[in-house]
């Protein structure tokens, strides 16, 4: 009450009070986004490796894939890519070339090739010339010589040709194992894994 006697000032308002803080993203909805994050993530990386594909060793060559892959491929297509792939990579490529397109085995072939001296000789007219009936000296020694000299051609022939086969059989051995491993690159893990269990 003031001094005067008159009637008493009102009472102060109390002051409002102060706002609450807003909550971390921890607290509310950042656990449930950081779980949303990660599915997300997880679906993306799933569908990454869904969409991943084989790709193989040689881009100059067909690709082979099981037939749950792809029941519709072109065999044909793989056959001649890889077929002109050894004829212009392979040495001494004829020989592998009737194991791609014939499906025969190119060591029985090359067997039947190996060079003999009968054949040899067949094939150059080198057989000796038999004595005939009755023959003067001089005569007797220009067939002899000639023999000779026919058997020796036959001889080296026959060296340079066994050679050859030699060198064709070692380059065939070599083809071969490039040829298998060339395929394998080619082959998508699906059809490489039927083929180790076969």
Same mark, same amino acid.
């Given at each position: ?8 000032? %009102? ?6 009070? %102060? ?63 890889? @077929?002109? @792939? ?30 003999? !001296? ?7 007219? !080198? @057989?000796?010339?038999? %004595?005939?009936? +009755? ?9 002899? +010589? ?17 050679? !050859? ?13 490039? !040829? ?17 269990? @076969?």
């Amino acid at each position: 009450m003031s001094a005067a006697g008159g009637a008493s000032a %009102p009472a102060p308002a109390p002051a409002p009070a %102060p706002s609450p803080a807003p909550a971390p993203a921890s607290a509310t909805g950042g656990r449930y986004n950081g779980r949303n994050n990660r599915r997300r993530n997880g679906n993306q990386d799933n569908n990454g490796s869904n969409n991943a594909r084989f790709v193989p060793k040689l881009s100059t060559i067909e690709s082979l894939v099981s037939s749950s892959e792809n029941k519709g491929q072109d065999f044909t297509k793989f056959q001649k890519s890889i @077929h002109h @792939h050894a004829l212009t990579t392979f040495k001494n490529s004829k020989d592998v070339s009737k194991a791609i397109l014939e499906f025969v085995d190119p060591h029985a072939e090359l067997r039947q090739e190996k060079p003999n !001296l009968t054949s040899i000789r067949d094939e150059n007219n !080198l @057989h000796p010339v038999a %004595p005939p009936s +009755s023959e003067s000296e001089s005569e007797k020694f220009v067939r002899e +010589s000639e023999n000779a000299d026919k058997q020796e051609m036959a001889k080296m022939q026959y060296s340079t040709q066994l050679k !050859l086969n030699g060198e064709r059989q070692r380059d065939l051995n070599q083809n071969l194992t490039i !040829l298998w491993a060339t395929i394998m690159g080619q082959c998508s893990p699906a059809l490489q894994e039927e083929v180790k269990v @076969h």
